[in-house]
């Protein structure tokens, strides 16, 4: 088995940005999830409300995946992998003193 | 009743859930290159994916059905699985354990065994924790077969069988980074679920005082409502256990070494990127987790006060593992029906899958390796794990109905972790902590331990002696396992030779590596620092104790 080392080498910094980004996964099936409840929430009838304690928890559900689905979509695209990896990468290849006081 | 009406609309939700979770493993396929990108993600993944796929492959069965039969049958006592048990477990593992994982480079927690005893020891425990895997993995796939059976009138071979091909797909196509991805995407299909369940249900019992005042008017009573009332020596609560049994039997020994030994959960901290992430995987995991009883005991609860005759187990409705589900059908209109139920196959799918990948890693590498074939090529190492994944499941498809027996799938488990972990752990830590220890006491100690808690099971089954519940029973098999392990590694480690201290390196406590590596001017914010993380979580739960007592 070949010995690996904790920095990270050229091939991994690469690999990571061609990592799938879960956040943007999660974002989309949320978001369609939001979208289907919306639908149910917004044709729901009375019995629907009766059952759940008199609310209509489709559509309020709806509203909170709708919500984080657009959060998760935001934040993938903000901060992409690559970028978090290659400032990871930094605090291994400066030669700036070791463990500097706390900003 | 538990027979739910699904709409196409439900039935549309699981479908889509099902496609996203194979398009996941399709995709990590394409980023396999070598055996430790399958086995352990490359060790490339931020804290957060790993941290939350480390509730994640805990969330499953054991939590979603266990913690709730447990919160309707023992009240708000069970938050010491929690608060006692799994958080202080989890801080000692980030702060304290895991710089010898982590910075040993060991790929799995048996090859740690390897390291600071010898092969004996090592070859025992990957083979039990083998064996424990596919038991664990068993009750999740045997939970998903009866719940879909109970409420979508599938049959349960059916039920596994699609789920268990599912997670069987996945798993080999893309590896620990497709379960591990998967697992972060649970859970949060898993709060979607549970939150609108438990806020539904709560406004309907006329919200927390409301929920109270019936406890009160209930079997469970006035002691359902604490978490130590009557927990004195003698005194009655409703776990049947007093607080030595609790807070040494549950908290100490089958928490710290389910969380701290389990490779299933240590195995994503393995999988983080540097240090820093692989030490608060543990931590950030831990903030969750406090909430989560909030999530499956107030349903315990609930379903205790609104189903008649619930606990007596007449039909499935009134069975304590099925509180949950009886919610859903209860209370759950179509829509969120669809999402509550992919809830529940996703909580079942990650505690499978979570077993299953961290099964296939030990037996690739600490039995297939260190014993049958060295120095193969990383594709062939591959594709054994592939084998091995589908022998895995094949296994837990049988055990499933292993786990058909017991009534409260909390206490099955709680069984097999006091067989397999509570030795475990006093191994461990004498490791760790006592550089003296020597490779044939380990071995003679962990050997010694597994048989002290199979025969505590045995007298207690056979009633040779008396103990008020069998969950109780686990929480002194537990006892009996860690002191009986701890005394016979002491003293035949002081009649050997101990290993040569050189060799003991990164592997005890003092000897330490990888710690002093330079952090990233991110890892060093303070909010990162995982002994600040450690205490917040520590904290939080000292104050919930005090306003649970």
Known sequence: MAEETTEFSEDQVEKAASLLDIRKIIGGLLGVYGLLLLGAGLFASEADKEKAAGVNINLWVSLALLLASVLFIAWGFTRPLVDELEEGDEGFTADEPGTRAQP | ?549
């Open chain 2, 1 to 549: 009743m538990l027979r739910i009406d699904a709409s196409v609309l439900d039935y549309a939700i699981i479908a889509i859930y099902f496609v996203v979770v194979l398009g996941i493993g399709f995709g990590a396929k394409r980023l396999l290159k070598t055996d430790l990108d399958f086995f352990l993600s490359g060790r490339s993944l931020p804290a957060w994916i790993t941290g939350l796929a480390f509730i994640a492959a805990n969330l499953g069965a054991l939590e979603v059905l266990g913690m709730a039969a447990n919160g309707a049958q023992y009240g708000v006592a069970t938050v010491h699985f929690y608060w006692i048990g799994a958080i202080p477990a989890m801080v000692f593992l980030g702060i304290v354990m895991m710089p010898f994982y982590y910075g040993s480079k060991v790929r799995s927690v048996p090859e740690w065994l390897r390291r600071r005893y010898n092969r004996p020891t090592h070859l025992f425990n990957a083979i039990s924790f083998a064996l424990a895997t596919v038991l664990i993995s068993g009750v999740n796939l045997f939970a998903l077969g009866l719940v879909l059976s109970l409420m979508l009138g599938w049959s349960i071979s059916t039920a596994i069988v699609i789920a268990a091909f599912i997670v069987l797909a996945y798993i080999t196509l893309g590896g620990l980074t497709s379960a591990i991805y998967n697992e972060v995407l649970q859970f949060f299909i898993i709060m979607a679920a549970l939150v609108p369940l438990v806020t539904v249900a709560l406004i309907d019992v006329g919200g927390i005082g409301g929920l109270a005042d019936q406890i009160r008017q209930s079997d469970l009573g006035e002691p359902g409502l604490h978490a130590w009332e009557g927990l004195g020596i003698g005194g009655d609560n409703p776990l049947g256990a007093n607080w030595i049994a609790t807070v040494f039997g549950l908290g100490f020994v089958l928490s710290f070494g389910y969380w701290t030994t389990n490779f299933a959960e240590v195995q994503r901290a393995l999988s983080a990127n540097n240090m820093s992430a692989a030490r608060r995987t543990p931590l950030i995991a831990a903030y969750p987790k406090i909430f989560i009883p909030a999530l499956v005991v107030i349903p315990g609860l609930v379903a205790l006060v609104t189903v008649d005759d619930f606990g007596s187990g007449s039909s499935p409705a009134t069975e304590y593992n099925n509180a949950i589900p009886a919610l859903i059908a209860e209370y759950l209109p179509s829509g969120m029906l669809g999402i509550a139920v992919t809830g529940l196959i996703a909580a079942f799918m990650a505690g499978v899958a979570a077993n299953v990948s961290a099964f296939n890693t030990v037996v690739t590498y600490d039995l297939y390796q260190d014993y049958i074939r060295r120095d193969a090529d990383p594709a062939h190492y591959i594709r054994f794990g592939r084998i091995a994944t589908v022998v895995g499941i094949g296994i837990s498809i049988l055990t499933a109905f292993i786990a058909k027996g017991y009534d409260n799938i909390m206490n099955y488990v709680q069984l097999l972790f006091s067989y397999f972990n509570a030795p475990l752990f006093a191994t461990f830590i004498i490791g760790m902590f006592w550089r003296r220890a020597t490779p044939w006491g380990g071995f003679a100690g962990l050997v010694a331990g597994t048989f002290g808690a199979f025969m505590t099971h045995q007298l207690y089954s056979r009633g040779t002696i008396e103990i008020a519940s069998p969950l109780a029973a686990d929480f002194w098999g537990a006892i009996v396992a860690f002191v009986l392990d701890a005394v016979v590694t002491v003293v035949v480690s002081l009649a050997t030779q101990p290993k040569p201290v050189e060799e003991l390196r990164g592997l005890v406590w003092g000897m330490a590596e990888g710690t002093d590596v330079k952090l990233s001017r991110r890892d060093r914010l303070w909010w990162r620092n995982p002994k600040v993380l450690g205490a917040g979580a520590i904290v939080i739960v000292i104050i919930l104790n005090i306003i649970f007592i």
